[in-house]
């Protein structure tokens, strides 16, 4: 519950508001996968280096979660939100000086800056919009922000794959044959497409920044709340206290991990099994379609039809199956099971903060902080499936396996990798998120 005079009706300016602020975060993230192969072009880096632009916005969200937790406790929902959009257009504005002198690292440290803004968005953003009005229907809030998120994240890939991305083939054949001051000259160039998407970017977050400012936010905290124990009824103390809370921050770490494959691994799936390139690349956009539908299904159902609790239940349940049934599969059929994860996954993390943060009161914000860690999965897992795949390759080759039979059918079995973490999710869905004392259920 919240602590707030706010109505369902005075609610839908506010949810607007946030709803916006998780479009710029949609918008953001997915612009990496532009990224990726445009830093690898103009600072001309292998392919783990050019990773690095996924891990410096990953890195952000561990490193700086608990300082936005202190800065939010310090300066208030509002405040900090400002302070984020504000620290996101500096990252943005950090990639004009790093374009002119085409130095990765600078880059590199624009991508963390970005995402430090992001961290303290994201950790102010989730409880605030969780808490905004009743906590049975914090899963049917975060939906919509779910839909705003995944709609400017298809927007964000296309728009800067479109700025950044153009005329790339051509480039990379021109730099085969020229001469190093050719090359020099071409890749300035193409570097120089950076400034004005940029800049643009910085003048927009500046601007929302201050406009946060003034924006009819009701100034809302979780409810303070006490502890029964086995013998008398005492204020909690700490954040240990909530078992609940450590069973959240995993499940949303395996989540994101499962919720990344989905999306990042269908693409060279595809490719694996057959299909050309030019068919694969869109395979990413069914699972991403899949999530707005189900997310859409989320906002009509929640808390009406459906328990928030239920609709994890039933969400970590298809995970399972789906998985299952990848590894049963092949071909398009396959395929498809892949990107109807997007299915299992959509209602994971509505559902997961506000079952998380109920009850929590004053460590709201610190509990926030080690949730938005847990998208660290999204950094540890996909490479765990991609080390899986290149062992058991590497394994059915050595038995007389043709390489890319034995690629398809390795990329194919190691998707059981997802088996385990819907199964947690599905415990904390049933049990986990009861226990809000060590010493008993409740």
Not at 105 to 112: A, C, D, E, K, N
Not at 118 to 129: E, F, G, K, R, V
Not at 265 to 294: N, Q
């Amino acid at each position: 519950m919240a602590k707030s005079q706010t109505t369902p009706n005075t609610n839908l300016i506010p949810i607007a508001i946030i709803a916006s602020l998780f479009f710029i975060f949609g918008f953001v993230t997915w612009i990496n996968g532009a990224l990726i192969p445009f830093m690898k072009t103009i600072n001309e880096l292998t392919d783990a280096q050019s990773y690095l632009v996924a891990s410096a916005s990953y890195i952000s969200f561990v490193v700086m979660a608990l300082p936005a937790s202190y800065i939010l406790n310090k300066i208030g929902y509002r405040k900090g939100m400002s302070l984020g959009l504000i620290i996101m257009a500096i990252g943005a504005l950090v990639f004009i000086p790093a374009a002119e002198a085409r130095t990765y690292w600078v880059f590199l440290t624009g991508i963390f800056i970005q995402g430090t803004g992001m961290t303290l968005l994201q950790t102010a953003s989730n409880p605030y919009i969780t808490i905004l009005g009743p906590i049975e229907s914090g899963a049917k809030r975060i939906a919509i922000m779910g839909i705003a998120n995944k709609v400017a994240g298809a927007l964000g890939s296309l728009i800067f794959g479109a700025l950044l991305l153009s005329g790339i083939d051509k480039v990379k054949e021109q730099l085969e044959t020229a001469s190093a001051e050719e090359k020099g000259v071409l890749l300035d160039t193409m570097a120089d497409s950076v400034f004005m998407p940029y800049l643009i970017m910085a003048i927009v977050l500046v601007v929302l920044g201050i406009l946060i400012r003034k924006a009819p936010l009701p100034h809302v905290e979780a409810e303070e709340t006490k502890a029964a124990d086995t013998t008398n009824t005492t204020a909690k103390t700490s954040i240990f206290q909530f078992p609940h809370l450590w069973l959240g921050v995993l499940t949303l770490f395996v989540y994101v991990g499962a919720e990344v494959i989905a999306g990042d691994t269908i693409i060279a799936y595809g490719i694996s099994l057959g299909f050309p390139a030019a068919e694969a690349k869109f395979f990413t956009t069914l699972t991403l379609l899949a999530m707005v539908f189900t997310y859409a299904l989320g906002v009509f159902l929640i808390p009406k039809y459906l328990k928030q609790g239920t609709a994890l239940r039933i969400s970590a349940a298809l995970g399972i199956i789906f998985s299952t049934c990848i590894l049963l599969t092949t071909g398009f059929t396959s395929v498809l099971f892949v990107a109807a994860l997007g299915i299992s996954n959509a209602l994971v993390w509505p559902a997961v903060w506000p079952l998380t943060l109920d009850g929590l009161g004053k460590f709201t914000k610190t509990a926030s902080a080690l949730l938005i860690m847990a998208i660290s999965g999204g950094a540890i897992i996909p490479p765990l499936y991609g080390r899986i795949v290149d062992l058991n390759k590497h394994e059915l080759i050595a038995n007389g396996i043709q390489e890319a039979d034995a690629m398809a059918s390795a990329s194919t079995s190691s998707y059981w990798i997802l088996i385990p973490c819907y199964a947690f999710i599905l415990f904390f869905a049933v049990w986990g998120h009861k226990y809000k004392s060590w010493s008993k259920k409740q």
